[in-house]
């Protein structure tokens, strides 16, 4: 399986951008994380880490022709971007919204999400542990 995992907005600070909340891990130290989790699961996987929407799209739609599976933690754009959302639907690539903290335990805005429902699952408030557990639905899914 091939996949390819996108972190939104802000996620390059992981392990500086209040630690309480995410952590101390940096982002180098997740994605490497995926890469030894797919690696031992016998997956392809590539990372992408973009602040800026448009290339995130650009990301999703040629993934179209590449992967068959997504993990996508858009960080706050989870809560408004429609735009990513229609890429996401557009591609019909299985995709699992990934947040390190529990979105639903913290302020108002953060609880609506437009992406989740375009998407096969999403998991919450496990920390980076929850790349892990997409990656195991996407092959769930794929089974």
């Known amino acids: 399986m091939n996949i390819l995992v996108i972190n939104g907005p802000n996620l390059n600070l992981l392990g500086v951008r209040e630690p309480d909340i995410y952590g101390h891990e940096s982002l180098d130290d997740v994605e490497s994380m995926i890469s030894e989790y797919c690696l031992s699961k016998g997956y392809s996987v ?9 290339a995130i799209i650009d990301c999703i739609q040629e993934a179209a022709r590449t ?53 096969i699952g999403q998991i919450f408030g496990r920390g980076t542990e929850g790349y892990k557990d997409a990656i195991d639905l996407l092959e769930v899914h794929r089974a």
């Not at 880490?49 to 448009?54: D, M, T, Y």
């Not at 996401?88 to 609506?112: G, L, Q």
């Open 46 to 54: 590539r990372c992408f880490q973009s602040n800026h929407e448009g």
């Open 67 to 119: 992967v068959n599976g997504i993990v996508i933690n858009p960080g706050a754009l989870s809560h408004y971007s429609y735009s990513i959302r229609d890429a996401i639907a557009s591609v019909n690539i299985p995709t699992v919204e990934v947040h390190i903290s529990n979105i639903y335990d913290r302020e108002d805005f953060r609880k609506i999400c437009v992406i989740k429902d375009v998407c």
